[in-house]
């Protein structure tokens, strides 16, 4: 998008006069160092098993504790940021590439591929979030890269509807029709005049979806639909910890703090973003009760 | 390329054309039979009320808009039933000029992104470099510094901004640029420099015009052959000076005596014509003459013939069953402009 220099400028100068912004990109990028250097960063291996350390409250040697084989958790919830970005980045992605280019179709050439495609979203929107990846993860079976998958079929949706709509309002500008009259081909325009037009919601719903996805990769683990053991993620973390709640609240509480600030800070994040770009989209709670 | 006033090859013309659009209400009669032609190196202007169906006409020139009856000929061929494939040839062929020059470009692009857009869509450039040295020739041509090909459509005045567009339709080097009310959304000074950059590439290119405004005197400037729309149809056509000097068709008339003169004692001593009533609708269009609900000359005749263009001087038409006739009476008995 090189015509987005000043606009894009602008937004980057409001983001970080926002504190809650500020705050979230803060968290976001430890996340990403964690993701990329968790392994490194980690004081122990994440399978390192010692039953003599069973349990350990924090302490300096293991500032989350240990769990029940001795594992330090600390380390397993750094190696577990990798895991739930990989999940953000690809399940969205996927979404993102599928939704763009449904709406995309819809939205430009209306008529019956729009009322065929838009339907067959509808459909898939209907279900609650959750429900559906797991009918998805079902049918494919269980593990990281199927829930990857059955997270992008789940959020294929909103992208499908944003893009949409976002076209439905480009395409009756005068400068598309310039653009037709210079003999230019649909997907030219649509690719060079449609989407550069309507990346601004796309900005917005690609970093409160990644939230999205990292929620419901947490949950597919914690039903032991996402992650197999003994490869760590939040979501097992958090299904593991669950029968110790009492004995070793470590156990739970640090994955759960983990999947919460992550979210939290893709939310802020996303949040001010759209107020930025794009005033007129919905905010987290509407897109979260909509999604189910 | 001067004096091509002799030159008669027909760059565009159609032939009964008919554009029809169905809406809720009816079938608009946006175009309801019009016949056009543009030779090479001259303007044809093409006046009438918003709503006359003479940017409909544009836009069939460049099958933007699906022609229901009727011919489209572009370069002697007819591109009527031409695929979209092989439209997007045409579109090299003639090129449109917009209203509003800020809702023409796209503001997500630079000037030279807009203006080498035909470049990019015909294969027009060999290389990068060659589409910018084209585009900073184009901006040459319409009197623009080449540093704003990198700026944005915002960052720009709006006469600059049709001067951008202006250059993004002489990019494909087309045989025909429609220009659709190209003024009409500028400020009053900068419509003359507009004109007359027009006016100035035409002779410099050889460039052929059809020009459509609802502004008279932007049109007598412009043109070689004007043609007057009322309603979906062609009322009156032929040189400006025979349609300024002696109009034959009561709603031309009209039209003139509508504009005013830059001389208060002539004005205020000139008769005017002031028309009864609303355009009517194009869903239901009168029977027999469609200006006989407004016409101040309207005879019982009227309403049973739909009267056709007829030749009442070399090249000047009119489509009145008392062509010429009307207007003479108009103006010997004239209509009491200040009359309840």
Known sequence: MSGSDSTSRRALVALGRDPLAVTGGVVLVLLVVAGLAGSWLAPAGINEVDVDRMLQPPSWAHPFGTDELGRDVLSRVLVAARVSLQVGAVSVGIALLAGVTLGLFAGYYQGWLDNVLMRCMDVLFAFPVLLLAVAIVAVLGPGLSTAMVAIGVVYTPIFARVTRAGVLSVREQVFVRAAVATGASDLRIMRRHVLPNIAAPLIVQTSLSLAFAILSEAALSFLGLGVQPPEPAWGRMLYDGRGFVTDAWWLGFFPGAAIFLTVLAFNLVGDALRDVLDPRQLTVSEARRNAG | ?340
């Not at chain 2, 992104?113 to 585009?135: F, N």
């Not at chain 2, 008279?216 to 349609?243: K, N």
């Open chain 2, 1 to 340: 390329m001067t004096g091509e006033s002799g030159a008669t090859d027909v760059v565009a013309g159609l032939t009964d054309l008919a554009v029809w659009f169905p809406t809720p209400a009816g079938v608009v009669r946006a175009v309801d039979g019009v016949s056009l032609t543009v030779r090479r190196g001259e303007t044809v202007g093409l006046v009438g009320e918003s709503g006359s169906g003479k940017s409909t006409t544009g836009l069939a020139l460049l099958r933007l808009v699906e022609p229901t009856a009727g011919t489209v000929q572009v370069a002697g061929q007819d591109v009527t039933r031409w695929s979209r494939r092989r439209l997007r040839r045409l579109r090299r062929r003639v090129a449109m000029v917009f209203q509003d020059p800020q809702a023409s470009l796209d503001p997500r692009h630079t000037v030279g992104a807009s203006i080498a857009e035909p470049l990019a869509v015909h294969r027009l450039a060999a290389s990068g470099a060659a589409r910018r040295d084209r585009v900073a020739e184009l901006l040459d041509l319409v009197g623009l510094r080449r540093d704003l090909a990198e700026r944005h459509p915002h960052e720009l005045s709006g006469g600059q901004r049709q001067r951008v567009g202006i250059a993004r339709a002489l990019a494909g080097e087309p045989d025909l640029i429609v220009l659709d009310e190209p003024i009409a959304s500028l400020d009053l000074s900068v419509q003359a420099q507009i004109m007359n950059l027009l006016r100035g590439l035409q002779r410099e290119l050889g460039l052929t015009y059809l020009f459509i405004a609802h502004d008279l005197a932007a049109v007598e400037h412009m043109s070689d052959r004007v043609a007057v729309m009322y309603l979906g149809r062609i009322v009156e056509s032929g040189t400006p000076a025979q349609i300024w000097r002696e109009p034959a068709h009561p709603y031309t008339a009209a039209l003139l005596s509508a504009v005013p003169v830059a001389d208060p004692p002539v004005q205020r001593s000139r008769q005017r014509i002031i028309l009864a009533g609303e355009v009517p609708s194009p869903i239901d269009p009168p029977t027999g003459c469609r200006f006989r609900t407004r016409c101040p000359q309207a005879r019982p005749d009227c309403a049973q013939t739909d009267p056709v263009l007829v030749e009442i001087g070399s090249g000047h038409e009119a489509a009145c069953l008392f062509a010429g006739e009307a207007v003479r009476a108009m103006r010997a008995q004239p209509v009491n402009a200040s009359s309840p």
